[in-house]
Every structure is written in C-alpha cells, then in structure tokens.
C-alpha cells in the first residue's frame, strides 16, 4: 500500500542557480522614491522577491534549453515552426495558428481588423492590454464576471465566470456592433478565478443565438483545466490535455501569451477557424511581426514553446503549481491578511482596499501596500485596481471594481522558503497598515499608465 503525504514537493531538482542581491531598507527606500514610487521602474538587481508578474518570468526547464539547441532561424518554413504548429495544434486544434512575439501582439493584430469606433467587446474581466488594444482602436470594452467575482472574500469555485444573463441582455440588444465575445481563464484581473466548462459552453450558446464569434484570452489554459478537474463535476478523472482540448472546442478563435502557461521567456500566438479572417490578420502580421512561419520570434523561442506546451498540461507539475499558490493564500488568511478567496491559479491578491479602508481608491491604496511590501521586504508585487483601472478612454477616473495587490509567482522559480518570507514580510505590512498613507500621480502617459507613472506620497 501506497504510503500518502501531506507535503507536495516541488516535481523537479535546481539545476542551476542564479544569485540574489540582499539590499537594506534604508536602500529600498531610496530605490523606490527614485523610481517615482512605480515598481515597474526599478532594477530587477534591486528587488529580492520579484512577484511582478508571472509572464515571461519562469525557470526553463533541462528540455526546454536542449530543445533551443535545434532551433532553426530559417526565414520561412523552419522545421521549428512545425514543430511549434503540431504542440499549438495537439491542445488546440484550430486551422490557423499565427505566432506573435508575445500575447498582446496577437490582440492587437486581431482588434485592428475585428474593432473600431462603434464595436463592443464583452468579456468576463479584460486585462490591461488587451483592454488597451480595444480601446485603441475605438470600440469600447465591456466586462461581464458574474457577481461574486467582484467580492473578495466570497467564497465560490469558479469566481471567472461569466455572467450568462448580462451577455444574452448586451447581444439581444447590441449583437450587431460585437465582432467577438472573449473569455479570459483564467481570470487575471478578478483574482486568478478560473471559469467552469459549464460557462464557457453556455458563452458559446449565447454567442451561437447571436450568430457572434467567441475567442478565449487562453494564456493560463491549464491552470483552469486543472481547477476544473479539482472542482467541476464529471471531471476528475480526465486528463488535462482532454480538458484543454474541449475548452478549446467551444471557441472559434484564441489568443496567447506563451510567456505564462506555455512556461517560455516570451512568445505568443493567435488561433481561429475563419478563413477571411486569418487570412486579413496575417496581413497585419507580415506588416508589423514577421512572415507567418515566425512571427517574431527565433527559432528556438518556438522549440522552447513547444516543449512548454507538454511540460505545462502534466499532473504532478500542476497539482505543484496551483499547491504552492494556496500554500500562500492560506498563510496570509490565518494571518488575518484579506485576500481574494479562494486562491487563484498564478496569484494571491491581496485585498488593499479592506486591508487599507483609511486610503481612498482614488489615493490608490493598491500603490500604496506595493510600495510599503518593497520597501519591508524587497519584494516586488503589483497592483490591480484604479491605478491600473480607473483612468477612462475619456479621460475621467473612478475607482476601480477593487483595489488589489497581486504577487504573482513565477513557475518553477522560488522555493518554500522564498514563499515563507513574502509571508512574513505581508504579516509584517498588515500588522502597521494604519500608518501607511495614500499617493498621487504626478505624471502619467495617456494608456497603460501603471507601466510608467510617477508617483509621491499624500501629506
């Protein structure tokens, strides 16, 4: 008899290493004014845990760096690309498969030719880019999660969803002006909330009354397979990739970033069925990427691709995976710390509008915890709400749904140990929150502005 443990260990042995610069508060604190109080602008050198983001940040597997070795940089038909092509094809089999060099590329290829000025596109919850990209070109975008997606602390097991009712209401009224409804999985902006099989098939069938496309944003795909299998019923016996497969199945189109799932430095990819429309969106692509066996990425970017894409729909590494997420999540809670509940996929996001009710949303209480989190501890994280949010196409600001701080963890890169410490550094943070104070933005670019905006403390 199998003898069964409590601890999942991490599937895999370091390799090789790479240093961490220890640096002091006193430091910090000199780094991040610096920096106009913006993470994104520090020096990677200057930040001990790097919780940015999960895109593009993860540990390359033995594998991935030996598959690079057959990389070819042929200009067209690269035995890479087809490579590439069959892993996209074996967990998502559209007919057309345009590679970008990441996921914000494939959007932006997509919404130039599909939106413009009159166009709505609904999804459960938009990130930043991809609402960027459709708001670029005009059109406006629409987020649709299901009520409790928008309440941190409300416990329900597929908090990504759609919400079925509010779709069917914008296309009764509005189908004409909808070239595609997206769904996100996971759902990056709500907390890492996966969506069920059960709401991806009713999108479909609101998106066939309406005779409307539906594309998924797909880059966490398996991360919301495996919640599926965890929580959904009639799927605990599957395999990932079957999961993958029928998610896939239900959509006419996708977009990628392979930069998170797919567990490469950088790549991406957009996937439909239309014949018309590949065929106009390989147009923008030769304009502005790459001839479209390479997209602008390397040879070898597309062998690492490829051998991500096995690697990331495996049992062991993703039950590792999303553990290791909750193995966070359930410190900070019995800290008293207030998240987002239950633990998302990629991510713990910390509640800064309950845990900093002093801070208005418009003082930016997410901006707020980030800082003082670097400055305890040298840890990196990022908010989501109304700095990320709350600027308009029209330029007005609100808040924002809610005013999140997420620490995203790189796969295959930190150990419990590293985990253990972003513990005690939040604990730490939590335990003096009524003395941190709001900010304002000094200075901000017109889209996108959490990337580069300055920022300094209220009085």
Request: proline letters at 6%.
């Amino acid at each position: 008899m199998t003898q069964k443990f409590r601890t999942i260990i991490e599937p895999f042995r370091i390799h090789s290493v790479e240093p961490l610069r220890l640096t002091t508060e006193e430091e910090r604190t000199t780094k991040i004014k610096d920096a106009g109080y913006n993470l994104f602008a520090l020096r990677a050198e200057d930040v001990l845990i790097d919780l940015l983001t999960d895109s593009g940040t993860g540990a390359m597997s033995r594998d991935q760096w030996a598959a690079i070795q057959h990389g070819d940089e042929s200009y067209a038909g690269s035995p890479s690309w087809f490579r590439f092509l069959d892993a996209v094809r074996e967990l998502f089999p559209f007919r057309h498969v345009i590679p970008t060099h990441q996921g914000r590329a494939a959007e932006r290829i997509l919404f130039s030719v599909i939106a413009g000025p009159g166009k709505v596109i609904p999804n459960n919850t938009h990130f930043d880019t991809t609402r960027a990209n459709i708001e670029a070109t005009g059109a406006e975008a629409v987020d649709l999660v299901i009520p409790e997606g928008r309440e941190p602390q409300r416990i329900h097991p597929f908090k990504g969803n759609m919400d079925i009712e509010a779709l069917d209401e914008l296309l009764a009224k509005r189908a004409a002006d909808v070239p595609a409804v997206f769904v996100t999985v996971t759902n990056n902006s709500g907390g890492g909330q996966p969506v069920s099989m059960e709401n991806i098939r009713a999108v479909r069938a609101a998106c066939d009354r309406y005779r409307v496309p539906f594309f998924l944003d797909a880059c966490r795909f398996a991360e919301n397979a495996w919640f599926i299998r965890m929580r959904e019923k009639g799927y605990a016996d599957k395999a990932v990739p079957d999961i993958v497969r029928e998610m896939a199945s239900y959509a006419h189109g996708m977009t990628m970033s392979a930069k998170k799932d797919p567990l490469a430095n950088i790549g991406g990819w957009l996937a439909l069925n239309d014949d018309a429309l590949a065929e106009k969106c390989r147009n923008v692509l030769i304009l502005t990427e790459g001839f479209p066996t390479y997209g602008g990425l390397a040879g070898r970017d597309l062998e690492a691709i490829a051998q991500g894409l096995k690697e990331a729909v495996e049992h062991d590494y993703l039950r590792y995976r999303i553990r290791s997420t909750e193995y966070l999540a359930e410190a900070l809670d019995r800290a008293g710390v207030p998240i987002v509940k239950p633990a998302g996929g990629h991510a713990v996001y910390v509640d800064a509008r309950a845990m900093l009710p002093h801070i208005a949303p418009l003082a930016y209480p997410g901006q707020a915890l980030a800082v003082a989190l670097y400055e305890a501890g040298g840890i990196r994280s990022v908010e989501i709400g109304t700095v990320m949010f709350g600027r308009h196409a029209d330029g007005r600001e609100t808040p924002a749904a809610m005013d999140l701080v997420r620490m995203a963890i790189p796969r295959r890169t930190y150990t419990q140990s590293h985990i253990d410490y972003v513990i005690e550094v939040v604990a730490a943070v939590a335990a003096r929150a009524s003395t941190l104070g709001g900010y304002r933005i000094v200075d901000e670019p017109p889209q996108l502005r959490h990337f580069t905006a300055r920022f300094e403390p209220l009085a």
